[in-house]
């Protein structure tokens, strides 16, 4: 099961102590699209989202095993619903036009979490969806999935199928591709450049 009611402080410290990392609002939505432009990582069609993931309509209100779930095309379970995934960034406005491996505003006061949960609507779970929340606020919807930069930071080019690794506590990973991708919607759209390759964690955390 997904590590939940977690808060962000909580989760960063459990990234400190492993030598892990959240990974930034770009990078999330960046693995989560896998490549697409649509709603989802899958496509368009809400009538599919229950093949990938748990929402208000298919999980009894209540958090699931991880992995269960068909994956996105870059190999990674629950992007999508089950539990709402914590991301390093402050909230705030995206910028204006185009930008490079953005972090986020440099303070606020509420934190980023993307993806939706097992309590949301469809609509809530797509890609470019943002939420947000204290750093300090805890919920039974709230877990985290986490990232780390490879030992080579060489610019990858985009490989068809990305070499899965696993850290020494067993985490499984993919590399993802460095890469230029639409993050947001409607009037938030902006072009981003993801400079680096990094890698994700395949699941949810499961162990915290």
């Given at each position: 099961m997904p590590v939940d009611t977690v808060s962000w402080e909580g989760a960063r410290n459990y990234c400190k102590?492993?030598?892990?990392?959240?990974?930034?609002?770009?990078?999330?939505?960046?693995?989560?699209?896998?490549g697409t432009k649509t709603k989802y990582g899958f496509g368009e069609n809400d009538s599919w989202l229950g093949d990938y993931a748990w929402f208000?309509?298919?999980?009894?209100?209540?958090t699931h095993p991880v992995g269960i779930k068909l994956p996105n095309d870059w190999g990674l379970h629950d992007m999508h619903g089950n539990v709402l995934e914590l991301c390093q960034d402050w909230y705030g406005e995206y910028p204006s036009g185009a930008a490079t491996d953005p972090t986020g505003p440099t303070s606020g006061s509420m934190r980023v979490f993307r993806g939706g949960s097992?309590?949301?609507?469809?609509?809530?779970?797509?890609s470019a969806n943002?939420?947000?929340?204290?750093?300090?606020?805890?919920?039974?919807?709230?877990?985290?999935?986490?990232?780390?930069?490879?030992?080579?930071q060489t610019n990858n080019p985009t490989p068809i199928t990305l070499p899965e690794s696993a850290d020494s506590i067993g985490m499984k990973f993919k590399l993802i591709p460095a890469g230029t991708f639409?993050?947001?919607?409607?009037?938030?759209?902006?072009?981003?450049?993801?400079?680096?390759?990094?890698?994700?964690?395949?699941?949810?955390?499961?162990?915290?």
């Open positions: 102590k492993m030598g892990l990392r959240l990974p930034t609002e770009a990078e999330w939505e960046y693995a989560c699209r896998a208000d309509e298919n999980s009894g209100y209540k097992f309590g949301n609507l469809a609509a809530a779970c797509r943002r939420f947000e929340g204290g750093s300090n606020k805890r919920s039974l919807s709230i877990g985290f999935r986490v990232a780390m930069s490879p030992s080579s639409t993050m947001g919607d409607g009037d938030e759209t902006h072009e981003v450049t993801l400079t680096k390759p990094f890698k994700m964690g395949v699941h949810e955390v499961t162990q915290a």
